[in-house]
Structures are given as structure tokens and as C-alpha cells.
């Protein structure tokens, strides 16, 4: 990883063994690390352990705070996960949602699998009558690069069980995500 980033460095013109430049290799290196420590691990891991519990009624949390990483630039997009679901007899510790936001979230990926594989995981795992995920992000390859228009979001959603086939209840999670917006 280090020597690819010192061709990178050298490739737009820099010199890799400029003084600010000496440590960079291995900084970027264990950013690297960091921010696809996601590709080592098991999301579905925090949903194994659960509660038994009557509540019938929508979980949601919302105002998650991601950072994940386009594929297609390598660059970082952030935005915020709202993740409900309506359990059928069982519930998870609300901290494992967004544990398992972050975990999906350290990947290199675009939003709409993203989106995708958290309802997808949710469901798989806790067996719910339904489940919402809603995901609004800014894309930096949208905000400092290419079309260069900072502010504008990218909303995605997937809705699985009563959440898709019924117009109340997914109007009840919009409702309690968006209010008046």
C-alpha cells in the first residue's frame, strides 16, 4: 500500500521524498485500513444476540452518522441512516443498529447497495414483519470534483415486509424521519 502511494504521489507530479511528504505512505496506509476495516467484518454478528420482546409497534433509529467510500472514486461520502423495524417477538440492543451501519459503512461500495444490504441483513437476521431503511448522504465525488455542486444529497431507501406493502405504515417512517421537510 505504501510504495502505491508513493507512485500515486510521484505519478501527479509530486516528490514522494519531500519532507511532508516522508510519512505519508504509511499514514494513508492505515487510513486505508481504517476506513475498509468493514471488508473483515461480520455485520451480521451484532444481531445474533436478541431479546425476547411482545412489542409489536415500529424500532426505529434514526440519525445514524456514516462515512463510507465510493467505489468508483475512492473518495468519501457521509450522511446518516434512519433503520426501523417491526419485530415479531424479538428485538435487538438499539446500539447494534447502528454498530452494524458502521460495519456495512467501511466498505468500498455506492449507496444504493449500501441501502440495500442493511434491509436485506436486518431482515435475514431478525426475522421482522417488515423493515425501512433510508439512507441521505453528500458525495464528495459531487461536491469537490466533476459536477462540483456542494449541498446536494442523495436519498436512498429499501423497504422490505409491511413497510412496502403498506402505504401507512411506510408513511409513518417518513413521517417520523422527515416531519415537515
Known sequence: MERAVREILAAVGEDPNREGLLETPARVARMYAEIFGGLHADPAAFLKKTFTQKHDE???????????CCEHHL?????K????YLPDGKV?????LARVVEAVARRP???????EDLA??????????GVGVILEASHSCMTIRGV?????????SA???????????RGELMSLVFGAR
Open 58 to 68: 415500529m424500532v426505529l433509529v434514526k440519525d445514524i452518522e456514516f462515512a463510507s
Open 148 to 156: 462540483r455542486k456542494p449541498g446536494a444529497m442523495t436519498i436512498t
Open 75 to 79: 473518495l468519501p461520502f457521509l450522511g
Open 92 to 96: 435487538v440492543g438499539l446500539s447494534k
Open 81 to 84: 441512516a434512519h433503520i426501523a
Open 109 to 115: 461500495q455506492v449507496q444504493e447497495r449500501m441501502t
Open 159 to 169: 423497504m422490505r415486509g409491511l413497510f412496502k406493502t403498506n402505504p401507512m405504515t
Open 120 to 129: 436485506d441483513l436486518i431482515t435475514t437476521e431478525l426475522a421482522p414483519r
